[in-house]
Nanobody, 124 residues
């Protein structure tokens, strides 16, 4: 089992940067693909980015491509999301998630473990 705890959320002005981190427990961290999702008020939780087990492959939602970067450190059991050029539409609760799937997916239901979320607010 994996427990995930996000941190790094907060308030940032439009055009600014923020770095989210997610710390995982467990000795099998490198056996999981990881993803970031977000949920804005009144909207469904949506895919943001994922990264495979080794960290060698990443995938992004079109809305964040070129602005956000996902990375992982298997030695430290952490996954991060660097958010650059933040926009008001990026305002949401951000969740990290872990999947046993060999190839990380954009499908929310394929993720087995979730963190509690961290709030990101981008002011205009």
């Amino acid at each position: 089992q994996v427990q995930l705890v996000e941190s790094g959320g907060g308030l940032v002005q439009a055009g600014g940067s923020l770095r989210l981190s997610c710390a995982a427990s467990g000795r099998t961290f490198s056996s999981y693909g990881l993803g970031w999702f977000r949920q804005a008020p009144g909207k469904e939780r949506e895919f943001v980015a994922n990264i495979n087990r080794s960290g060698g492959s990443t995938y992004y939602a079109d809305s964040v491509k070129g602005r956000f970067t996902i990375s992982r450190d298997n030695a430290k059991n952490t996954v991060s999301l660097q958010m650059n050029s933040a926009q008001p539409e990026d305002t949401a609760v951000y969740y990290c998630a872990a999947t046993r799937a060999v190839v990380p997916t954009t499908i929310r239901s394929r993720y087995d473990y979730w963190g509690q979320g961290t709030q990101v607010t981008v002011s205009s």
